[in-house]
């Protein structure tokens, strides 16, 4: 923080960073239980779209994954030598595992969300690839390679917002619940906001 800017200023930015920290638990609380731990620049920037909940893969996306292994969009990652042995889709994450003939099999997973404790190596879009621990460089190149054709094919029309499982969040009363404490925190903090800045500039 910039030790220029008034010292309201700068109680203002600090408390703005909490509400948006809240935000992003009260939009998806099952997700912090889950692992996953989305990045504030993403939920701001899904905020302002309107899809600040997160997106979970609909049963569309096997038809994708089906087409390009059909038209042999991941032939030029594959080359000669490797070859795509499983891929499964759950919620927010897909994963696809290649194979030498004979050699180890090694996993690339695509997720919409971060993963905690783990540091994403390569993205498309809002799509992050995460590499199985322990894949050497040639198998890393493939896996991201296969990554980046299979991202660039998903529509939009596969994704929508999760449904938690366990408290319902999909319902719509629930979510009209969640949306109204969300707008009720925003006003709290504006007018915070509102009242230090104005302090600041008396002073």
């Known amino acids: ?28 609380p099952a997700a912090a239980r889950q692992g996953e731990s989305p990045s504030l620049r993403d939920r701001v920037r899904r ?17 994708v994954f089906r087409q390009a292994v059909q038209s042999g969009a991941f032939q030029a ?4 030598t490797f070859r795509i042995i499983e891929a499964s889709s759950r919620d927010g994450r897909i994963g696809v595992t290649v194979a030498t003939p004979g050699g180890p099999a090694h996993t690339v997973t695509l997720a919409t969300e971060r993963i905690v404790g783990r540091t994403p ?18 198998s890393s190149g493939v896996l991201l390679d ?26 719509r009363a629930a979510a009209l619940l969640n949306a109204t404490v969300a707008v009720l925190v925003v006003v709290a903090a504006l007018l ?11 002073a």
């Open 1 to 28: 923080m910039s030790p220029g800017l008034p010292r309201g200023a700068r109680r203002t930015a600090r408390c703005a960073f909490v509400v948006a920290g809240c935000l992003a638990l009260i939009a998806n």
């Open 192 to 202: 915070f906001g509102f009242r230090k800045l104005r302090h600041a500039g008396a």
């Open 77 to 80: 990652a594959l080359g000669t």
């Open 146 to 171: 296969i990554a980046r054709v299979l991202a660039e094919r998903i529509p939009d029309t596969a994704l929508a917002p999760c449904r938690s499982r366990e408290e319902g969040f999909g319902t």
């Open 121 to 138: 190596d390569d993205r498309v879009g809002d799509l992050l690839f995460y590499l199985q621990p322990g894949a050497d460089a040639v």
């Open 47 to 63: 905020l302002a779209a309107g899809t600040l909940e997160h997106r979970c893969f609909t049963p569309a996306i096997d038809g």
